[in-house]
């Protein structure tokens, strides 16, 4: 069992370029979601979706966009990276948030410069 | 605005103590609150998750409380071994029409041998 799938693992952009970040799980989740992590701030939630065709903003959605085609699939796409979203970005899934534990991936590094 | 506060930020203990880790959270109306634990360079695995009508949850050496009244959490770990060493952190999901949760900045466990 999979689990949660992020890729890539490491990248590095250059200011201005776009990119997306990959995330899939194979546990029939309704609920994604996409998170930021970085020094002394914690986790922050950026986008997050309860079913396919649903997508809501999180605390930090500026810079970022993502769609919900399919239950399995969650892509968080970079429009124009600035050094600003320097980060690691952690994807996680859940039957339900309230009520059910939220599995995560490893995580994407990202670099801007 | 939810706020979540973890105490200590880091800790090191010589294996089989006993140990208590804070979370205190200023909003009560939260539907659960999560604990997680992190390796380095890895996702969130979640330990245990309370709730808001449980007082508390066990999973083997570890037993995490709630207490929503004042707003704060624990997470008791028993008879502590080196393979405990990770980041902890605890995430209150608050009631309402959102599903966006608050994180901790985590305390960060070693346990020397």
Not at chain 2, 89 to 104: K, R
Request: proline residues 6%; neutral net charge; glycine residues 8%.
């Amino acid at each position: 069992n999979a689990g949660v799938t992020q890729t890539p693992k490491f990248q590095v952009l250059k200011t201005g370029q776009s990119m997306t970040l990959q995330c899939a799980q194979d546990m029939n989740h309704e609920y994604m979601s996409w998170y930021r992590q970085d020094p002394g701030m914690g986790l922050r939630l950026i986008h997050y979706s309860v079913g396919a065709g649903i997508t809501d903003q999180g605390e930090v959605p500026n810079g970022y966009n993502v769609s919900r085609s399919t239950t399995e699939d969650f892509p968080l796409r970079l429009l124009s990276a600035a050094p600003s979203q320097t980060s690691v970005y952690f994807c996680a899934s859940s039957y339900s948030p309230r009520n059910q534990p939220q599995h995560f991936g490893d995580g994407t590094r990202l670099s801007i410069l | 605005k939810q706020e979540v506060t973890q105490i200590p930020a880091a800790l090191s203990v010589p294996e089989g103590e006993n140990l208590v880790l804070n979370c205190s959270f200023t909003d009560s109306a939260i539907y659960n609150l999560q604990w997680f634990r992190q390796d380095p360079g890895k996702g969130l695995t979640s330990l245990l998750l309370i709730q808001s009508s449980q007082r508390e949850q066990t999973s083997g050496r570890l037993n995490a409380s709630l207490d929503k009244s004042s707003g704060r959490s624990t997470l008791y770990i028993a008879a502590s071994q080196p393979g405990d060493s990770a980041t902890y952190l605890c995430a209150a999901y608050s009631s309402g029409g959102s599903y966006i949760p608050t994180f901790g900045r985590g305390t960060s466990l070693i346990v020397h041998p």
